[in-house]
């Protein structure tokens, strides 16, 4: 039996325990209460490794662990976090090494993998559907806009910082560059550009027929579309996934006839959409999953 542990690192944490890429027993998160989403953003790098070093022992109930896999916001290359616009104190932590020594510190001796979190979600989604061979690709719909693939294969695939429009007034992204898909579609970019409507008003306002906040609404959608197009243009077509905490924004029909205006070669037709309900198991069991096909590279 293998047995890895999963930990996912967002605006907050959660990890759990894998038996043979199945999970087992309970998973626990940090912080407790739901409503509390900023506990992680004002903690330093230290303390944030030791608290997520505590939650992965918490799990552990004194097996033999194979594997840990870590999922965070970010371009994550080779166990080190190069940026995280979303959790800033994370840029250029050598979290693998980190981590590793302070569990080894807590008793716990096993290899560190760390991946992004939409990467993981790919991988999740993947092993759910038995489909770890095939192509799988992800957008996570949040504060920021994750763009996850299965297989992993080398390269920084940060597709929210993907250029959907040369408008120079586009520039909400956090990251600070123009026309990026997350300036767009990220939760904290909304508020930005709307500093008299929180996003969720801006949706239910477009419903109603506001003209701003319908035009909007469809700038959205086409912003996702032409991010997607561009990576069906790229890698082929396929399935494409849809999840994250603000996933309830998106209106799949509208983004399909979107998507429809921008692909238009036949052999690229054969492409998919399909909304996943938001929840941390996926990512949990994609970090897990990941690090243990880790151990075999």
């Known amino acids: 039996m293998t047995i890895a542990i999963g930990a996912v690192m967002t605006e907050h944490i959660v990890a759990g325990r894998l038996d043979d890429m199945r999970p ?3 998973t626990v998160r940090y912080p407790q209460n739901p409503e509390e989403v900023d506990a992680l ?9 030791n608290v997520l070093a505590d939650e992965i022992v918490s799990v552990i109930n004194n097996a033999q662990i194979d594997a840990i896999g870590v999922a965070v916001p970010g371009i994550v290359r080779f166990g080190v976090v190069e940026d995280s616009p979303n959790l800033t104190q994370l840029k250029g932590v050598r979290l693998a090494d980190e981590l590793t ?10 290899p560190v993998h760390i991946s992004n979190d939409a990467d993981a979600i790919a991988a999740g989604v993947a092993a ?32 929210g910082h993907i250029t959907v429009t040369l408008d120079p007034k586009e520039k909400f992204c956090g990251c600070g560059g123009i026309g990026h898909l997350e300036g767009i579609m ?10 008299d409507l929180e996003p969720e008003e801006v949706f239910a306002n477009a419903k109603k027929g506001d003209e701003r906040c319908r035009e909007f609404v469809d700038l959205w959608h086409r912003s996702l579309a032409a991010a997607t197009a ?7 077509p396929g399935r494409f996934y849809f999840t994250g905490h603000n996933v309830g924004f998106l209106d799949l029909p509208m983004l399909r006839r979107h998507l429809e205006t921008m692909v238009k070669m036949s052999p690229l037709l054969s492409y998919s959409l399909e909304i996943l309900p938001n929840d941390d198991a996926t990512a949990l069991l994609g970090a897990g999953v990941s690090a243990i096909r880790a151990l075999a590279s």
Do not use: C
């Open 24 to 26: 087992a027993g309970e």
């Open 41 to 49: 953003n004002g903690l330093p790098v230290a303390d944030l490794v």
């Open 101 to 110: 020594r302070v569990l080894g510190e807590k008793g716990v001796n096993a």
């Open 128 to 159: 759910t559907r038995g489909q770890l061979n095939k192509l799988t690709r992800v957008w996570t719909i949040g504060n920021g806009i994750g763009y996850g693939r299965w297989p992993y294969v080398e390269g920084v695939w940060e597709g």
């Open 186 to 195: 990220g939760y904290r970019a909304m508020r930005m550009r709307f500093l």
């Open 230 to 236: 561009s990576f069906i243009h790229l890698a082929g």
